[in-house]
């Protein structure tokens, strides 16, 4: 049963125009100003505090501006590579690390974000590769692959499926394990759910549209680097997805999961009633976000015990 909490946080979240004396939701269209966007969500991050024992330390990987996210007693040797989301057209270190720290916190993992460059002005696959560049960056500065864990929410949580299909078809060593909260998984954005939950979810009405075309560009989206879900999982390592069953992305989650267990993948695709889209992330607001969220930060860490 929903908890009575997430139900009105929840409400308050998708009817968040009235808080603004407006009579209608957004709609995100062929006017929508990306530059304004991004001032609204770092306006609205940059209130937020790091959690006690947490801190972060920032410095440069390859003129990518990149960023610790500490605790006060790491597991040593392992980290959690932390890919934002943002819809492809929006994140940063300044406005994810606060989403990070709460990670950080419940794995006890030294944890990296980073800076990928943004759509429209880096359409794909330039946030792609700035995820292979700072994975290798790990490899390079002492971490074995088995001592990564990869992850990321939304747009970070179809970069981090991307990002290992991208390393295997690179003959990469790939991470021990990932995890990816509310991916877009085909970015054509056909699936039924897109139709069916645009009302329950919490994204702007067609920004799934107008975002992900400026990622896309002038590609085809059915290439398994831009869309995962037509990508190849043979020898993936273990995968955990979660998905609330109010979400546009929805049938992406459920089709992409089905899809790397017919090819042999441990996959765990946890599935929340009427949560919506990227709902770990507003852990500890109510129950079921705080507990999805434990449910992926415990993963991570069992998985160096295997």
């Not at 004396?21 to 269209?29: G, I, W, Y």
């Not at 929508?32 to 940059?46: A, G, H, L, N």
């Not at 699936?191 to 975002?211: H, L, Q, R, T």
Request: aromatic letters at 10%.
């Amino acid at each position: 049963m929903q908890s009575i909490r997430s139900k009105l946080v929840l409400w308050l979240i998708r009817n968040r125009h009235l808080l603004k004396f407006k009579l209608k939701k957004e709609v995100v269209d062929e006017n929508f100003s990306v530059e304004r966007f991004r001032q609204d969500v770092y306006k609205t991050t940059s209130k937020m505090k790091m959690p006690k024992g947490i801190h972060s330390e920032s410095f440069i990987i390859n003129q990518i501006q990149a960023e610790w996210i500490i605790p006060e007693h790491p597991l040593q040797g392992k980290v959690l590579l932390h890919i934002h989301g943002g819809g492809f057209i929006s994140g940063s270190c300044n406005t994810h690390r606060t989403i990070v720290a709460k990670f950080t916190l419940g794995t006890q993992l030294k944890s990296l974000l980073f800076d990928y460059r943004l759509a429209p002005e880096h359409p794909f696959p330039a946030a792609l590769d700035d995820c292979i560049e700072v994975y290798q960056w790990l490899l390079e500065n002492g971490y074995k692959s088995s001592d990564i864990v990869i992850g990321g929410e939304s747009a970070g949580g179809t970069l981090t499926l991307v990002l290992l299909l991208a390393l295997k078809e690179k003959h990469i060593d790939l991470p021990r394990a990932a995890f990816s909260i509310s991916p877009v998984t085909d970015l054509r954005c056909l699936a039924d759910s897109f139709v069916y939950n645009a009302k329950n979810d919490i994204a702007p009405y067609g920004s799934w549209d107008i975002w992900t075309k400026y990622y896309i560009a002038n590609n085809d989206p059915k290439l398994p680097l831009l869309s995962p879900l037509f990508g190849n999982y043979e020898d993936i390592t273990p995968i955990h997805i979660t998905v609330g069953t109010h979400e546009i992305h929805l049938d992406d989650c459920i089709n992409v999961a089905q899809k790397a267990k017919e090819q042999g993948v441990d996959v765990i695709l946890s599935k929340w009633p009427k949560m919506v889209h990227a709902f770990p992330l507003f852990s500890p607001l109510f129950p079921e976000a705080k507990k999805a969220l434990t449910d992926i930060c415990q993963f991570a860490v069992m998985q160096f015990d295997s």
